[in-house]
């Protein structure tokens, strides 16, 4: 079985700093993994995922998450944020072994970027 | 290109009554997700369903159910509402079982009064 952590439920931030996004996952097989970005009253937006290859994965608006599978991580970065980015974002995992096709998502965090 | 499309946007049921919610796929995409997301417990796997079969479910019980039409559009129906259906749906979509990762439609918000 598949889990996902999201280690913090909310993260302020002010305006043009950075920010780091964290997520841990675990599972007995090779996983694949995703960043969603969830705005007020929408769907989920894939920001990025890895698959195979390089471990730092570069998504869309300016968001990076890099591959750690030492550590069974999967942290999501931003150098510079917008009062835009203001979301919520969702750590996922899935794997193909079993056929099961099926996300795991976090519990989500909450961007909360400040002027 | 038009994204996963679902309707009704929002939908007000009563407590045992049926709910119906609808998803139009991305044109050329065969797969077609179901997650719910309700207060408190995240997104939860519903179903999963590919060239019209039922490739795989999540832990709700049989009053969740769907099915997918020649077109690849799906049905979520949702029998004998509980007030805990009360939720986000969303769908989504991809192409088939090759691809890997998801385009999620914006969701129909159910209401169970």
């Known amino acids: 079985a598949q889990s996902v952590t999201q280690l913090d439920s909310q993260v302020p931030v002010f305006e043009e700093a950075p920010v780091e996004l964290r997520c841990n996952y675990s599972?007995?097989?090779?996983?694949?993994l995703f960043w969603y970005v969830q705005y007020p009253n929408q769907g989920l937006q894939l920001l990025l995922k890895?698959?195979?290859?390089?471990?730092l994965v570069k998504g869309i608006n300016g968001f990076e998450a890099e591959f750690n599978k030492s550590q069974t991580s999967f942290h999501l970065r931003k150098p510079s944020v917008h009062i835009s980015d203001t979301a919520e974002y969702f750590c996922a995992v899935t794997d193909l072994d079993t056929g099961r096709r099926a996300l795991t998502f976090g519990s989500g965090t909450r961007l909360q970027v400040q002027p | 290109e038009a994204g996963v499309t679902q309707s009704p946007t929002h939908l007000i049921k009563t407590r045992g009554q049926q709910a119906t919610l609808r998803c139009s796929p991305i044109s050329g995409h065969t797969s077609v997700y179901w997650y719910q997301q309700a207060l408190g417990l995240g997104l939860q796997f519903l179903l999963w369903?590919?060239?019209?079969?039922?490739?795989n479910r999540g832990n709700f019980p049989p009053r969740f159910s769907g099915r997918q039409f020649p077109n690849y559009s799906s049905e979520l129906n949702v029998n004998a509402l509980e007030l805990e259906d009360s939720a986000l749906y969303l769908c989504a979509s991809s192409f088939g079982q090759g691809e890997i990762g998801y385009t999620f439609g914006s969701g129909t918000r159910l209401t169970v009064v």
């Open positions: 369903y590919d060239e019209g079969e039922e490739r």
């Open positions: 599972s007995s097989v090779s996983v694949y």
């Open positions: 890895y698959l195979s290859g390089s471990t």
